[in-house]
């Protein structure tokens, strides 16, 4: 990232985690938004926010728990104080897999809380800021679970399930008014340490070694189609879009 052209905009990452929120902050940066960038335990944030601003960029680093509704309107009405709110990307993850059996009430409920609920929070709080100026994009990340459930994903496939219908919904009715809403579908697995953990535990050690170019998805291209659809012009807007590598088997 190099030399970006300052806008009077904010761009907000909620869950802007390790990688795929580290690279839509890197990107929106990248493209002159001062991003706000929100995730638990706020401080880990701080490597990213000094990475931004030593490439020019504008970043502001706060600790967020998504399912407050007091956190996430005062991160919502900060981040509008900064400057006019433009785009916004829900994108917490909450990804866990039990067999239905130990599936505990609470791990059930704190899945929905963080996938579903605290996406609600968030499209809530960024249509209120862009409402009166009738613009913005507001975009949540989905998974293949917001269309089907798995063996041992009832949780995770309930709440992501019900964030594309809160996506859906709020697209429907805040589309006429001047706001694109749109679900991106990541139908793949992403190249990050926790999925090379998984295929590990899951494949072994030698699976792992031979992975191919481009055979998981690379957090930066997860971040070139939000843009993409923050882009598109208002008489050709998608709601939802799905992306997978070339290799992925669908």
Not at 41 to 66: T, W
Request: net charge neutral.
């Amino acid at each position: 990232m190099t030399h970006p052209t300052p806008r009077n905009a904010t761009a907000t990452v909620v869950g802007a985690g390790d990688f795929i929120g580290a690279a839509i902050a890197r990107k929106f940066a990248a493209e002159g938004y001062i991003v706000y960038m929100g995730r638990r335990n706020g401080e880990r944030l701080e490597p990213l926010k000094a990475e931004i601003e030593a490439a020019g960029g504008r970043a502001v680093a706060r600790s967020l728990d998504a399912r407050n509704e007091d956190q996430v309107t005062a991160f919502f009405r900060d981040a509008e104080a900064e400057a006019p709110l433009e785009l916004s990307v829900f994108n917490v993850g909450a990804n866990v897999n039990f067999p239905l059996l130990d599936t505990t009430s609470r791990v059930f409920r704190k899945v929905w809380e963080m996938a579903c609920f605290a996406g609600f929070l968030s499209g809530r709080e960024a249509a209120r800021h862009m409402l009166p100026r009738g613009r913005g994009s507001i975009f949540f990340t989905g998974a293949t679970a917001a269309w089907r459930g798995g063996v041992g994903y009832s949780a995770f496939a309930a709440a992501k399930f019900g964030l594309r219908a809160v996506a859906q919904s709020a697209a429907r009715e805040l589309g006429p008014q001047g706001l694109h809403v749109a679900h991106l579908v990541i139908d793949s697995g992403v190249d990050t340490a926790w999925v090379r953990e998984r295929m590990r535990e899951a494949l072994g050690e030698e699976a792992v070694a031979n992975l191919k170019p481009d055979e998981l998805m690379r957090p930066e291209a997860v971040a070139d189609a939000y843009w993409a659809l923050h882009q598109q012009p208002r008489d050709a807007w998608s709601f939802e879009q799905e992306i997978r590598p070339f290799g992925q088997k669908w």
